[in-house]
């Protein structure tokens, strides 16, 4: 089994930066890629990054692009997503998922953490 765990999430006002962690546990053998998604009230889920835990590849959003930034530390066993430049349009709760392989499509991952509150006021 895998364990996810999002932190980090809160109220900004727009221009600022947050910065969101997922921790993982339990069986980490069982996935390599690890993304990032978000769901704004009455929409759906929306890709925002991903990256490769063996390999290091990453892929961002083009609404996220040169705001937002994953990264990760394998020997804390964590993810980030270092987010600058917030905007009232990137208020959603934001999701941290493990799969198979980083793909910017939600049916790859197996895992899902229970999500964080991101709220940015204008």
């Known amino acids: 089994q895998v364990q996810l765990v999002e932190s980090g999430g809160g109220l900004v006002q727009a221009g600022g930066s947050l910065r969101l962690s997922c921790t993982t546990s339990?069986?980490?053998?069982?996935?390599?890629?690890v993304g990032w998604f978000r769901q704004a009230p009455g929409k759906g889920r929306e890709f925002v990054a991903t990256?490769?835990?063996?390999?290091?590849?990453?892929v961002h959003a083009d609404s996220v692009k040169g705001r937002f930034a994953i990264s990760k530390d394998n020997a804390k066993n964590t993810v980030y997503l270092q987010m600058n430049n917030l905007k009232p349009e990137d208020t959603a709760i934001y999701y941290c998922?493990?799969?198979?392989?980083?793909?910017?499509?939600?049916?790859?991952?197996?895992?899902w953490g229970q999500g964080t509150q991101v709220t940015v006021s204008s």
């Open positions: 998922a493990a799969g198979s392989r980083e793909s910017a499509l939600a049916r790859f991952y197996d895992y």
């Open positions: 339990g069986r980490t053998s069982l996935w390599d890629g």
């Open positions: 990256v490769s835990w063996s390999g290091g590849s990453a």
